[in-house]
Each structure stands twice: as structure tokens, then as C-alpha cells.
């Protein structure tokens, strides 16, 4: 799997990702105009997925600054094809300056690197978790992004060991 960015995004962020994932960077993508909605001012993540798959051919990690949607929803942190190749997460709602806060760059990695590795998980095939503090529970403010300690589970990461195998994508 390769970590895509879509749109401009920071550099040394990127590279970050890069080195905590394991995760080879490659080059960038454009934001197809066609998944701008100006009365939402957001971007259609299911859109930008079909993007990376036309992209790249193999399992590819999309990684935005652009605020995403779905039409059911007024935001996502991220969108991933469950047991699929492609998925796709944007920092814009994990930075501390979106709700008017100072600028926090540890806590926008380790909040992106949280979002990276849930969305890694459905690549796999794992649903959404109960267990709060699991990396696969669902998150519907960045107050639950926090919430969670990083990692799997221990039923999770039963189930991610036999999918990994299958499937050739790993989580650390």
C-alpha cells in the first residue's frame, strides 16, 4: 500500500506519515473538481476514492487536507472501500486551528495517524469496533479520534491477523 496525497498537502507532515506507517509516499494527486460541492464547501470522499483507484492500480492510502463528505453525513474524517484497495482520510478536521484553537503539531499526527490505521482496518475488512479505546471504533468528533489509544483491540487484532494474511495488507 502507498500513502497518496490529494490536493496540496504539507510536506513534512506527509513525510511523517510516511516514517511512522512504514508506508512509501508517492506522488500526488489532484482533487477532481467534480467532487467540489460549493454549497458545502466540501469534497465528495466516495469521488476522490474512485480517483485513487484510477490512480493506482494496487491498495492505496489517500491522505487530504480537504473537509470531507458523504451525502448522508455533514462531514468524515475518512472513507475506506471495506476489504477493498483504496481508502482516503483528511487531516482538515484533526487540526487544533479548525476549531479556532492554536496549532498543535503532535496531536495532528497522532490524530492522523489514529484516522491512517482505522482506515487501514476496513481495508482489511474490520467493521467499526465497540471497544472506545480501539483504533476501529467509530468516530464522530475529533473529541472520539482522542479518545482512542492508537491501536487494536484485542478481538480486532485477531481478526486483522487472519485478514492481513489474506488480503496482503498489514497493520503494524
Not at 507532515?13 to 508506508?23: D, F, I, K, N
Request: hydrophobic residues 40%; charged residues 20%.
Amino acid at each position: 500500500m502507498i500513502l497518496v496525497p490529494v490536493g496540496e498537502f504539507p510536506a513534512q507532515l506527509l513525510a511523517e506519515l510516511s516514517r511512522r506507517s512504514g508506508l512509501a509516499s508517492g506522488p500526488g494527486i489532484d482533487a477532481p473538481q467534480s467532487a467540489y460541492h460549493a454549497r458545502r464547501n466540501q469534497y465528495d470522499s466516495t469521488q476522490l476514492l474512485c480517483r485513487l483507484k484510477q490512480f493506482q492500480p494496487g491498495a492505496v492510502m489517500g491522505v487530504t487536507q480537504l473537509d470531507l463528505f458523504i451525502p448522508v453525513l455533514r462531514y468524515v474524517f475518512g472513507e475506506a472501500e471495506m476489504g477493498g484497495r483504496a481508502a482516503i482520510f483528511s487531516v482538515c478536521r484533526l487540526r487544533e486551528e479548525f476549531y479556532g484553537l492554536p496549532p498543535n503539531p503532535a496531536l495532528l499526527i497522532e490524530r492522523a495517524m489514529r484516522e491512517l490505521w482505522h482506515e487501514t482496518g476496513h481495508l482489511l475488512g474490520l467493521a467499526h469496533c465497540r471497544d472506545p479505546l480501539c483504533v476501529m471504533s467509530s468516530s464522530h468528533a475529533v473529541e472520539q479520534v482522542d479518545t482512542k489509544n492508537g491501536s487494536l483491540c484485542r478481538d480486532c487484532q485477531c481478526r486483522a491477523n487472519v485478514l492481513s494474511e489474506e488480503r496482503g495488507i498489514a497493520l503494524p
